[in-house]
């Protein structure tokens, strides 16, 4: 088991909480193409969970390298771009794409994920494996799906319309690559 402990090797205990977010990414699309939208939000916020915890390892047991940081990024493009933007089409938009404008439909998701995509890369550029900067610019894309969850709440109240979920994703797509400074927690 010291293979655990091990910064060079790729199943670490760090990676390894990574590879969970990612297995519960992967389950919460199982889900959402279920229509089980209670299961697939549970599997999101537990990829969330996963997600701190990775680091928090990684920092305490001295485990980040360059893999993990790659590593981490593609599972944060599966859970919290891929899978927010999934789990507002499936549980709004899904067959009102004809209704709504379907240039528009298509411009704001694949805007988003453009958006988060370019986002990870960028911070992979600019990170220093093993240290971690006091301030984000731009908003972690944690944040941005936690942002398309309210969004998707306040929509299920009927204060939104879809015209307005949809803007409100090219919106919170362009704040992951602006220049706001978020305080790293």
């Known amino acids: 088991m010291n293979f655990l402990f091990d910064k060079n090797h790729h199943f670490n205990l760090a990676n390894l909480?990574?590879?969970f977010n990612i297995a519960a990414g992967v389950l919460a699309i199982y889900f959402l193409t279920h229509q089980e939208f209670f299961g697939?939000?549970?599997f999101a916020w537990i990829a969330g969970a996963f997600d701190i915890v990775d680091g928090k390892i990684a920092r305490k047991y001295?485990?980040?390298?360059?893999f993990g940081v790659q590593l981490d990024s593609f599972a944060d493009?599966?859970?919290?771009?891929v899978v927010p933007t999934m789990f507002i089409f499936f549980a709004i938009i899904d067959g009102k794409e004809l209704q709504l404008n379907t240039l528009f439909v298509a411009f704001a998701f694949i805007y988003y994920i453009i958006s988060g995509l370019r986002r990870l890369i960028q911070f992979n550029i600019n990170a220093d494996v093993g240290n971690v900067e006091k301030y984000f610019t731009g908003i972690p894309?944690?944040?941005?799906?936690i942002l398309l969850w309210c969004v998707y709440?306040?929509?299920l109240t009927g204060f939104?319309?879809?015209y307005v979920v949809l803007s409100s994703m090219i919106v919170i797509g362009y704040l992951l690559n602006?220049?706001?400074k978020i305080p790293h927690l």
């Open 178 to 180: 602006s220049k706001i």
């Open 17 to 19: 909480a990574t590879f």
């Open 40 to 42: 697939a939000a549970l």
């Open 141 to 145: 894309t944690p944040l941005g799906a």
């Open 160 to 162: 939104l319309n879809d």
């Open 153 to 155: 709440l306040v929509w």
């Open 77 to 81: 493009f599966l859970s919290f771009v």
């Open 62 to 66: 001295n485990l980040s390298t360059e």
